[in-house]
Nanobody, 122 residues
Framework: QVQPVESGGGLVQPGGSLRLSCGAS????????MAWFRQAPGKEREFVAA???????YYGDSVKGRFTTSRDNTKNALFLQMNSLKPDDTAVYYC????????????????WGQGTQVTVSS
């Protein structure tokens, strides 16, 4: 059973940086895709970034150029480096995983963490 667990959330000022981590107890398959989504109060869960087993990454338009995702396959770990944070980035951030190639759709991901809160405020 694959169980992602996120860590690294917190309170940060606008313009600041934060690094999220996600550790998984296993992998859905070989290959797989891991991703980050976020959900703000009263809003739909939104795609943030995804990365394939080979390291190919793609991003949502709202975070492109500011966020970078990476993974360590030897540790089943996923990371999200967030720079130039804005108040609009405030949300619960979720780690997700799926077999094979992933997409930007939350419906394609089978395994989800509990989420970690990120708050951007002065």
């Amino acid at each position: 059973q694959v169980q992602p667990v996120e860590s690294g959330g917190g309170l940060v000022q606008p313009g600041g940086s934060l690094r999220l981590s996600c550790g998984a107890s296993g992998r859905p398959s070989d290959p797989d895709t891991m991703a980050w989504f976020r959900q703000a109060p009263g809003k739909e869960r939104e795609f943030v970034a995804a990365i394939s087993w080979t390291g190919a990454a793609y991003y949502g338009d709202s975070v492109k150029g500011r966020f970078t995702t990476s993974r360590d396959n030897t540790k089943n770990a996923l990371f999200l480096q967030m720079n130039s944070l804005k108040p609009d980035d405030t949300a619960v951030y979720y780690c997700a995983a799926t077999s094979g190639g992933g997409t930007r759709s939350k419906y394609e991901y089978d395994y989800w963490g509990q989420g970690t809160q990120v708050t951007v405020s002065s």
